[in-house]
């Protein structure tokens, strides 16, 4: 069965940053589209990042335009979130999603398979 496990999260200063790896088993990594998404208290799941499979293109939310980067090594099955001048609006559990095909990205729904999820604080 398709296994994702994240890690990396942790608490860090605003203005800091964090990369966080979600390493994956049991599916052909490298024709998966992989996202990640965060969940804040109070809040719904919402995007933030995607990568496709062979020919990795990547696609963010606005919110962490210019500031996060996606990436996979299909190599070693992982894909990575690499998060620069963290806010204290990033403050959320992240988790990591994959699913077999392209098309729609950006819903919850759209992603079959999903990790335990990281915690990521970004204190003020």
């Known amino acids: 069965q398709v296994q994702l496990v994240e890690s990396g999260g942790g608490l860090v200063q605003a203005g800091g940053s964090l990369r966080l790896s979600c390493a994956a088993s049991?599916?052909?990594?490298?024709?998966?589209?992989m996202g990640w998404f965060r969940q804040a208290p109070g809040k719904e799941r919402e995007f933030v990042a995607a990568?496709?499979?062979?020919?990795?293109?990547?696609y963010y939310a606005d919110s962490v335009k210019g500031r996060f980067t996606i990436s996979r090594d299909n190599a070693k099955n992982t894909v990575y979130l690499q998060m620069n001048s963290l806010k204290p609006e990033d403050t959320a559990v992240y988790y990591c999603a994959s699913k077999a095909y392209s098309g729609r990205l950006y819903y919850t729904s759209d992603y079959p398979y999903w990790g335990q999820g990281t915690q990521v604080t970004a204190s003020s």
């Open positions: 049991g599916l052909t990594f490298s024709t998966y589209v």
């Open positions: 990568i496709t499979g062979s020919i990795s293109i990547t």
